[in-house]
């Protein structure tokens, strides 16, 4: 059964462009950055993309749709389309393609993420249209590395692999003061993540 962002967004395909939707999307993204979940209006983004509000809740619904739909348009379709014939290798793109974002998307992500605690809609949303796309494209890396012999099919380390990265991503800010970029990714990837998998590749 299709989410509610995948039904706002089918529904958008008739009236707007792909092209027109980013514009939108984009102009989350900036006004986010700015002033973050709180400040963030559907007024705001009106304004910045030239359009009338009644645009926005025609297509989208509400402002935490439309904030889900604008960061997984931002990063998901990047991890979903990973595929370079190897289990190590796509962990090892996913770090490149995860690090690519650090220093401008972690931010942004921690303030979502802060403000999700306090708005269940907007738990709900990201879960749907980000989160779960996110641990999907996990799973089938992780399928395929199961069906090419790499890995155990009884593997227990495969359900958290998802969450061991969006927890490093959130917390390497914490620890160090620094963004968990692509060197620092594909150490981690490398060293905790390929053991546990069983990966007999060397980092």
Not at 33 to 58: F, I, N, P, Q
Not at 98 to 127: C, F
Not at 186 to 194: D, G, P, R
Request: charged share 20%; glycine share 8%.
């Amino acid at each position: 059964m299709p989410s509610p962002q995948d039904s706002a967004i089918t529904s958008s395909r008739s009236k707007i462009t792909p092209e027109r939707a980013q514009e939108f999307y984009d102009a989350v993204l900036t006004l986010l950055r700015e002033g973050g979940y709180d400040a963030l209006t559907m007024e705001g983004v009106a304004a910045l993309s030239r359009c009338g509000k009644s645009t926005l809740y025609r297509q989208w619904g509400t402002k935490p749709q439309l904030v889900a739909c604008a960061l997984r348009g931002n990063k998901a379709a990047t991890i979903a389309d990973i595929d370079t014939g190897t289990l190590a290798g796509d962990l090892r793109q996913v770090a490149r393609a995860l690090g690519d974002h650090a220093g401008h998307d972690t931010p942004l992500m921690h303030a979502i993420s802060q403000a999700a605690l306090q708005n269940p809609e907007l738990m709900e949303a990201l879960r749907e249209a980000l989160i779960a796309p996110f641990a999907a494209a996990f799973d089938a890396m992780l399928a395929r590395g199961v069906e090419r012999g790499e890995i155990a099919a009884d593997n227990p380390a495969k359900e958290f692999v998802a969450a061991q990265l969006l927890g490093v991503i959130r917390t390497r800010p914490m620890f160090e003061g620094k963004d968990a970029d692509e060197a620092f990714l594909t150490s981690f990837i490398e060293c905790a993540l390929f053991p546990a998998l069983g990966l007999t590749e060397s980092p």
